[in-house]
């Protein structure tokens, strides 16, 4: 579903220059559940990034979904995220003055669905995530897990084919991030789609099809599932 | 329809600052329509003013307007009966022109001899039913408070003078005019007082002396030079005296019948005219009448030059004073605007700083450059739209306020107390005008924060905190 090849990134802060990513080689597999592990600083948010075509490395090739998205104009790959890439961030970052309802058919607005596509889908990822009775919410009306499945949602409106979740359960206490891990894992299964996130909980390994480690902005270890090669 | 609907959801978001950034714009749109609507009131005030006195155009001698100030008769109309019956029988002018009526100005000089007092005037001879005609022009419905032309009905030497022509000859108490100071006589301080049977005799003796002449203490002459070139002189009565608005004009001016002024000028050699002053129904026909009377006028043209001149020409004053308007009226909407121009710009760029993770969101999953600029701009405009309607409710129902209210007020070169009027209700060019010019303002301040928010960095705008 995405390979990154010999990724390199490095920030510039000021004078001084911190790379965070050191040539990584990843391949994500297609309708799998993959986590990115690792501490602090190892580089999570920026490859996820990377893959969610929302920053570019400074070396190296990223292909997602069969496209070479470093040859994509900043048009080009707008199209490109909001037909193949889903997302879902730490803070859930719905749009306040939307609606549940409103919050997951914007991407399918953007897409220029019609409305009776829309009148389909909607409900049908409603009752999918569990909200068929909170349509109507606004984000501030919900809690943080109900948010945070809106934003699931939202982020397989368009029938992506690679969903990105940047520590989606970090700012859920622990009952109801295991709850939204097990929604996203019924998520993998249910449409098929890739969902890749990052993670420091050891627990979210457990639900993973495949976990990459880093550290220091270095594969660290792969672990697919069955297999015990991690560090 | 999505990008107006989270638009104005948006704006709802922070109904404080949308609140007091529409007030702003609702004020400036208020102030610029109410000084709009006094200005256009002056302008209708000044244009009914003109049209009632001097008509909508007059024909006169190609020179009269530059030079007849020195000789006037030297530019008589010949044969001016003719070009009024010409006027009055052509097909497309007689719709238009409501009046058609011959004129006559001349130089001279009015004494009051038994004052033993004298100046130089103006002289004019109009056809008092006519200009009692031009007095019911009102095309912009005024409140009318234009008097009536005291000649109409008064005997053929009835005259109507200057206030300042009246002060000058001492014609103040004669015709009642009120507040009309007198010269203050000289005394002579050597010797001694005089008794005060003899002073008091002598107060009752004055008005004796002139009653007993058998003169009208209202009775003044006028010494014009005739067409010949030769002195003569005319008695008038004075039945009113009629304040002109210009002091300069109002110690020069004095009007009387047309015959009596032909007779003047003429005597028994055949009558002329300086001016024929044409009023219209309505002004929009200025150029129309004009282009309708060139070949009338060419058919008269082959003894006597003759030129017809509309009212914005004869009046350069008017010009003048609406130019003053538009220019005073522009300066108040740049100053507003550049107002409403740091107002939105603020607020916008407010927006853009709170709602920079929104934006990361938004271009993450999907919306490109172009939809976050739309986004931003639709906000402005909508602010600008709604500060604009509501500044022009706002301008309406203070302006029907004031113009309840019945305050008044003298314009330039007028003596009448006018009604103070703001027209706003009406105006629909001005209110058009100004409502598309604040939402361009509002779009303008608007398009640098959305041009700045489309160009955030995705990654940097989702980490913002």
């Keep these: 579903m995405a390979v990154l090849t010999q990724v390199e990134k490095t920030y510039h802060l000021d004078s001084v220059s911190v790379p965070v990513i050191k040539g990584v080689d990843i391949l994500v597999r297609r309708a799998c559940f993959t986590v990115l592990m690792g501490p602090s600083g190892s580089g999570k948010t920026t490859l996820l990034n990377m893959i969610g075509c929302i920053d570019k490395p400074d070396k190296g090739e990223v292909i997602v979904a069969g496209c070479k998205v470093g040859d994509l104009t900043d048009d080009a790959l707008s199209d490109f995220r909001a037909q193949n890439i889903g997302f879902i961030f730490q803070n859930f970052n719905l749009l306040p003055v939307l609606s549940a309802y409103e919050n997951i058919e914007y991407p399918l607005l953007l897409a220029g669905s019609s409305s009776k596509k829309r009148g389909e889908r909607v409900p049908k990822l409603l009752d999918a995530v569990g909200l068929g009775d909170k349509a109507k919410y606004f984000p501030g009306q919900l809690s943080g897990g109900q948010r945070q499945r809106v934003a699931i949602a939202r982020a397989l409106a368009r029938k992506p084919k690679l969903v990105i979740a940047d520590e989606p359960t970090a700012n859920l ?34 639900a993973a099809d495949d976990t990459i480690f880093l550290k220091d902005g270095t594969i660290h270890g792969i672990r697919r599932q069955g297999e015990e090669d991690a560090p | ?165 009246a002060r000058v000859l001492q014609l103040c108490d004669a015709l009642k005019i009120d507040r009309c100071p007198k010269p203050e006589k000289e005394q002579k301080s050597d010797g001694k007082a005089m008794p005060d049977d003899i002073a008091q005799l002598s107060l009752q003796e004055t008005p ?78 200025i150029p129309a009448a004009l282009a309708r009377m060139a070949p009338i006028l060419a058919t008269f043209s082959a003894s006597q030059p003759l030129a017809v001149l509309d009212f914005r020409t004869l009046n ?16 108040i909407f740049a100053l507003i605007g550049a107002i409403v121009l ?58 029907a306020i004031v113009n309840q209210l019945g305050l008044t007020w003298s314009a330039p070169g007028t003596v009448d ?49």
């Design chain 2, 316 to 331: 350069p004053f008017y010009v003048q004073t609406i130019q003053l308007f538009d220019t005073i009226f522009g300066f």
């Design chain 1, 173 to 206: 206490d622990s009952e109801t991030g295991a709850a939204i891990l097990a929604l996203m894992r019924q998520m993998v299964e249910r449409y098929a789609v890739s969902f890749i996130f990052s993670s420091h909980d050891p627990d979210v390994i457990k």
């Design chain 2, 208 to 285: 004796a002396a002139s009653g007993a002449s058998g003169i009208s203490p209202r009775r003044i002459e006028v010494l014009a030079g005739n067409s010949r070139g030769t002195p003569n002189v005319t008695s008038l009565e004075v039945i009113r005296a009629e304040d002109q608005g210009f002091k300069e004009l109002d110690e020069l001016y004095v009007m009387m019948h047309l015959a009596q002024a032909q007779q003047l000028i003429y005597g028994k050699s055949p009558p002329k005219v300086t001016s024929i002053i044409l009023q219209l129904r309505h002004s929009d026909q």
């Design chain 2, 417 to 465: 107390a006018l009604p103070l009027m703001l027209r706003v209700w009406g105006e629909t060019g001005m209110i058009f005008g100004t409502t598309f010019g604040l939402i361009c303002i509002a779009v303008l301040s608007a398009w640098w924060p959305a041009y700045r928010a489309a160009q955030l960095d995705v990654v940097d705008a989702l980490r913002h905190v």
């Design chain 2, 1 to 165: 329809m999505m990008t107006l609907s989270l638009a104005v959801r948006n704006l709802l978001r922070n109904r404080r600052r949308s609140l007091a950034t529409l007030l702003a714009m609702a004020i400036g749109a208020t102030s610029i329509l109410l000084f709009g609507g006094y200005s256009a009131n002056i302008n209708y005030t000044m244009h009914t003013a003109y049209v009632q006195k001097g008509g909508h155009m007059q024909i006169q001698h190609r020179d009269f307007y530059l030079y007849g100030s020195g000789n006037p008769t030297a530019y008589g109309i010949a044969d001016y009966p003719k070009i009024l019956a010409a006027i009055q029988n052509d097909e497309v002018l007689r719709n238009m022109v409501l009046v058609a009526t011959p004129t006559l100005q001349f130089g001279g000089i009015a004494g009051n001899y038994a004052a033993n007092v004298s100046r130089t005037i103006i002289g004019n001879g109009f056809v008092a039913e006519d200009i009692n005609h031009m007095r019911r022009w009102n095309d912009f419905g005024l409140r009318d408070v234009t008097p009536m032309f005291a000649l109409e009905g008064a005997p053929a030497d009835a005259a109507i003078v200057g206030t300042g022509v």
């Design chain 2, 342 to 399: 740091f107002t939105v710009s603020n607020t916008m760029n407010t927006a853009v700083v709170e709602r920079t993770v929104e934006i990361g969101t938004l271009r993450a999953i999907g919306l490109r450059r172009a939809g976050i600029r739309r986004l931003f701009v639709t906000e402005g405009a909508l602010l600008g739209l709604c500060g604009a309607v509501l500044g022009v409710v706002l301008a309406l129902l203070f302006s």
